[in-house]
């Protein structure tokens, strides 16, 4: 399978054969990083991250990732390039193409990201928009395959705002890989109707199944996958606070909705939680509304159900896969 100077945009781009593959080669780049054996294969090549959001995992995955594949790594934050402020993104592709061999982008819109790509003459990495998370979901998947035999037939079951980028990622590649979605949520939170048809039609195709459900019962309900994200995400107004927690605290998941769940059901979130009062955010929104705990107990979060700390580590394996079969 080719995927040379390819972008990585959102995983409707890419067959359910190559989602197979490049999990099956991040498997293996996890296996040979515990062993310790050297795979600096990319030597002599360097990178780009250019973030208009900040980020913990998905920056340090790209520069963990970058390293150990022997590559050289520039970090750009929100306020470290001219781009948008002074320069356009085309001007900004076309430069960054001359000196780098790849350039991850985390920011607002997809549209932007997509014209990175287009004038880019090097693979564009999605980092992160308003619309896609793909890098996350072959995380998500990976952990998903280091706890079932088959995750094929498997019922992942989101609960949250699904209209954003982690909903809809998940929505897209359960059904490439067909595993059947359900999404639990108030109706004005369900993921964008287009969306929604595009994968009943992909997961018909590949025997799995779209939900769209307000019942937290349903959805909770025979899950093998619990999973769930902040309630706001970033770039939303901070005042949405309030709407955002009437709205989703009946899709808290916590131990009645993990009892529902199947026996073995996991737990994922991608990060960051919150699940506690140690976070400047959780602590005012402690003050204001009087919770401790948001999109998920802390009591879930910490049990045995809870693989999200493999999740977080399987960002890295991934991410080192994605610029390794795009640069070879
Ligand atoms: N899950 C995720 O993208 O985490 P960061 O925002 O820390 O990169």
Avoid at 210 to 223: P, S
Avoid at 259 to 272: E, G, M, R, T, V
Wanted: aromatic share 8%; glycine share 6%.
């Amino acid at each position: 399978m080719d995927f040379s100077n390819r972008d990585f945009l959102k995983l409707l781009d890419y067959s359910k054969e190559e989602i197979l593959e490049l999990l099956r080669l991040s498997h293996k780049f996890k296996k040979m990083k515990k062993e310790g054996q050297s795979h600096r294969y990319l030597v002599g090549k360097n990178v780009v991250l250019l973030f208009e959001k900040d980020s913990t995992r998905t920056r340090c995955a790209f520069e963990v990732g970058a390293k150990d594949l022997g590559m050289g790594v520039t970090y750009l934050g929100p306020t470290g390039s001219q781009m948008g402020k002074k320069e356009s993104i085309k001007d900004t592709a076309r430069v960054l193409a001359r000196m780098y061999d790849g350039i991850e982008y985390r920011g607002f819109d997809q549209e932007v990201v997509e014209e990175l790509a287009k004038y880019s003459s090097v693979p564009v990495w999605n980092g992160l928009t308003n619309e896609f998370h793909p890098t996350q979901m072959l995380a998500d998947i990976m952990t998903m395959q280091e706890n079932f035999d088959e995750i094929k037939g498997r019922k992942l079951t989101f609960f949250g705002d699904a209209r954003n980028n982690v909903g809809n990622s998940l929505m897209v590649v359960c059904a490439k890989l067909g595993i059947n979605f359900t999404c639990c949520a108030p109706k004005e939170l369900f993921p964008n109707k287009e969306l929604v048809e595009t994968c009943k039609n992909i997961a018909s195709e590949n025997g799995s199944t779209i939900t769209l459900t307000e019942d937290a019962t349903e959805g909770a309900k025979g899950a093998d996958v619990i999973y769930t994200d902040v309630w706001v995400s970033m770039g939303e107004d901070p005042s949405i606070w309030e709407t955002r927690i009437k709205q989703l605290s009946p899709y808290q998941v916590n131990s009645k909705v993990m009892s529902l769940a199947n026996k073995d059901a996991i737990f994922l979130h991608c990060l960051p939680s919150f699940h506690d009062t140690n976070t400047k955010i959780g602590k005012e929104i402690y003050d204001r509304f009087g919770i401790k705990e948001m999109e998920v107990t802390d009591e879930v979060f910490e049990s045995k159900a809870s693989k999200v700390m493999d999740e977080a580590e399987n960002r890295l394996h991934t991410i080192k896969t994605i610029m390794y079969v795009t640069l070879k």
